[in-house]
C-alpha cells in the first residue's frame, strides 16, 4: 500500500504531524501553537539566520494549512552582550565589548542602537521575502517582566539548574554563580558582573562586577556591587538556562536549532522538564551553512553572506527554496550559486503548473510542495518568464547603456523568450542580471549528462580556446571538432549552450566566447566534464 502522502508532502508537513501529535498526548491546548526562533543582533545576519527564521515559519504554515491556529515569533536576542567586533566593522566598537547590544550607539545614525539596526536587516529580509512573524525584542519582554516568574524559579532552583549544566557539558561555574548576567550599574557591561545572591521577597540579585574572560580578551569588571531587579531589563539570564525560560513563557511549541548550539538546547529542555516540570518544545537539528573553503558561515568567521547580499542577484523565493529544499546536512555555500537556485525555482513552477511532467507520483507531490512553500502559499496564476539566468546575464554584459532592458527584451524574443513583452517578472530578472553582470565573470554552468564522444569533444574545444582565435574560428572549431568525434553539430552546439547558458539556443557562439572571456568558458566547460 503506497504511503500516504501527509498535507503537501514536505518535511514541513510531516513535522507539523508530528508536532501536533505530540502536543495531543501531553494533553495541552492546541488553539494556539507557537513556532519561534532567535535573531542575533550582535553583528550582520547571514544566510543561516534567515534559514532559521524561513524553517520555523514554514511549519507555522503546515500547521495552519493542518487547520491549527499557528504564530510564529521572530524573538531578538538585543539584550546579549557584544562578544567580539563583527567583520567588517570598525575596530573602535571594541571599547563597547560586553555592553549590551542595544545600550550600543548606531555606527550608521539610522537607529536607536548598534543592535536594534542589526536586527533591523534581517527583519528586512523576512519583509522582503513575506515572511509573517511577530517580532519580540529580549530587552522590551526583560522591560515588561514577561520572564520575571521564569527568572525566580530558575534562580530559586539555582543549584539543581547548576548541576544541570554540569552533568550535561561539563561547566561548573553555574554551580558557584547563578546563572543570571546582571548588567553593571556603574560601568554599563554585563559579562563582567558575578550573581552570587537572590533576595526572592524583593526580586533582586546581589552582584559584583569582577570582569570575565570573553573570547581570549579580559575584560577588566569596575569592581562595582550593586543590586539587579529581574522585573526589569537590569540583566538577562544566561544562554544556559534562557532558553527554557523563554519557551515556557511564551508557550513555544516547536523552534529549530542549529548544531552548534546543541549543547545549550540539551540544557534548556532539561531544565523545562526538571525544574518548570513542562515539555519543551518539539525540536529540528539542522546543519550549518559552508563557505567554499569548507569553513562556517558566520559574523566571527568573518565570512558573512547575508541575505541583502543574494537579494542584489536573486529573488526572495530563490533563498527561501535554498533554506526550505533541505532540512538536514552541511551545505556549501557561494554567490556564484544563485543562478542555480534562481533556475531550479523555475524547473519547479514548470511542475507546478504541468508543463514538466513527473510519473512518480510522490516525488511530484513533494516537488509542488516545495514550491508552494518557496511561495509561501502566494501562488500565480500563471507562469512566469522562465528564462535562462546565464543567457539573461550574457545579453546584460552585451546590452548599451541606457536601454538595457529594450536591447535585452528584443534578442529574447529572437530566441523564442518574453512573448508577453516586458513583464514585471522580467524586468525583475533583467535587474538581477545586470548586477550580476556588473559583479561578476564567472560563468555558472549548467549540469549535463555527457555521453564519451561528447566529453571528448568537449575536451578538444577547452584545447582550441586556449589559444588566440577569432570569432569565425571559434564558430568553425566547433563544427569541425563536432564532425571529427561523431558527435552531429547541432547536438554539439545544443550541448555547449546548455552548459553555458541553461538554454537549447542562444547567439552565436564565436561573439559569446569572446564577450564573455575564454578564461571563462574554458573554466566552465572544464566544470563540465569534471562533473
Not at 187 to 201: D, L, Q
Not at 247 to 265: H, T
Not at 319 to 333: A, I, M, N, P
Not at 407 to 419: M, S
Request: hydrophobic residues 35%.
Amino acid at each position: 500500500m503506497p504511503e500516504k502522502i501527509i498535507g503537501h508532502g514536505t518535511w514541513y508537513d510531516k513535522t507539523a504531524s508530528k508536532i501536533v501529535e505530540r502536543e495531543q498526548k501531553l494533553g495541552r491546548s492546541l488553539d494556539l501553537i507557537r513556532t519561534e526562533s532567535g535573531l542575533g543582533a550582535s553583528g550582520f545576519p547571514h544566510i543561516g539566520s534567515f534559514a532559521d527564521c524561513a524553517r520555523s515559519y514554514a511549519v507555522a504554515l503546515a500547521l495552519r494549512e493542518q487547520g491549527f491556529n499557528s504564530e510564529y515569533i521572530a524573538f531578538a536576542d538585543d539584550l546579549d552582550g557584544l562578544r567580539k567586533v563583527p567583520a567588517g566593522l570598525p575596530d573602535s566598537l571594541s571599547k563597547y565589548l560586553g555592553y549590551p547590544v542595544t545600550s550600543i550607539p548606531d555606527l550608521y545614525g539610522c537607529h536607536d542602537s548598534f543592535g536594534e539596526h542589526m536586527t533591523s536587516l534581517l527583519l528586512e529580509s523576512l519583509d522582503q521575502s513575506g515572511i509573517k512573524y511577530t517580532f519580540m525584542s529580549a530587552k522590551k519582554a526583560y522591560s515588561q517582566g514577561l520572564f520575571t516568574e521564569q527568572i525566580r524559579i530558575i534562580l530559586s532552583n539555582a543549584q539543581k539548574v547548576g548541576e544541570i549544566v554540569k552533568d550535561e557539558v561539563g561547566q561548573e561555574k553555574f554551580v558557584d554563580v547563578l546563572p543570571y548576567f546582571p548588567i553593571c550599574a556603574n560601568c554599563g557591561r554585563i559579562y563582567t558582573t558575578k550573581a552570587h545572591t537572590f533576595v526572592s521577597e524583593e526580586n533582586k540579585v546581589l552582584y559584583t562586577c569582577k570582569g570575565l574572560e570573553v573570547r581570549g580578551k579580559w575584560l577588566d569588571g569596575c569592581g562595582h556591587k550593586g543590586e539587579a531587579d529581574i522585573s526589569k531589563a537590569e540583566g538577562k539570564l544566561g544562554w544556559k538556562v534562557e532558553f527554557a525560560a523563554r519557551w515556557n513563557a511564551l508557550d513555544v511549541r516547536f523552534e529549530p536549532f542549529g548544531k552548534d548550539i546543541s549543547d545549550s538546547v540539551r540544557v534548556n529542555a532539561r531544565i523545562c522538564r526538571e525544574v518548570f516540570d513542562w515539555a519543551p518544545p518539539f525540536h529540528a537539528k539542522y546543519e550549518m551553512y559552508l563557505d567554499k573553503s569548507g569553513k562556517k558561515i558566520s559574523k566571527s568567521a568573518g565570512n558573512v553572506f547575508t541575505p541583502q547580499v543574494w537579494f542584489r542577484y536573486g529573488s526572495p523565493q530563490s533563498l527561501l527554496l535554498l533554506t526550505l529544499k533541505r532540512f538536514v546536512g552541511t551545505r556549501s555555500l557561494s554567490v556564484t550559486d544563485i543562478p542555480q537556485y534562481m533556475n531550479e525555482l523555475d524547473e519547479l513552477e514548470d511542475i507546478y503548473f504541468g508543463k514538466k511532467m513527473l510519473s512518480d507520483k510522490k516525488e511530484k507531490a513533494k516537488l509542488v510542495g516545495l514550491y508552494t512553500y518557496c511561495m509561501l502559499f502566494d501562488l500565480p496564476s500563471k507562469m512566469g518568464d522562465h528564462v535562462p539566468y546565464n543567457l539573461l546575464t550574457f545579453l546584460a554584459k552585451m546590452a548599451p547603456k541606457g536601454s538595457e532592458a529594450e536591447f535585452i527584451l528584443e534578442k529574447l524574443q529572437g530566441y523564442r523568450y518574453g512573448k508577453e513583452g516586458l513583464t514585471d517578472d522580467l524586468k525583475r530578472r533583467i535587474n538581477y542580471a545586470l548586477n550580476w553582470s556588473e559583479d561578476f565573470t564567472e560563468i555558472t554552468q549548467q549540469t549535463v549528462e555527457l555521453a564519451e564522444q561528447e566529453k571528448s569533444a568537449l575536451e578538444l574545444l577547452i584545447q582550441a580556446l586556449s589559444v588566440d582565435a577569432t570569432e569565425d574560428e571559434i564558430q568553425s572549431a566547433v563544427f569541425n571538432i563536432a564532425r571529427n568525434n561523431n558527435v552531429k553539430p547541432g547536438r554539439f552546439f545544443k550541448l555547449l549552450y546548455k552548459i553555458l547558458l541553461g538554454a537549447p539556443q542562444g547567439p552565436r557562439l564565436g561573439p559569446y566566447v569572446l564577450a564573455m572571456g575564454k578564461e571563462n568558458v574554458i573554466n566552465a566547460l572544464k566544470r563540465a566534464t569534471e562533473g
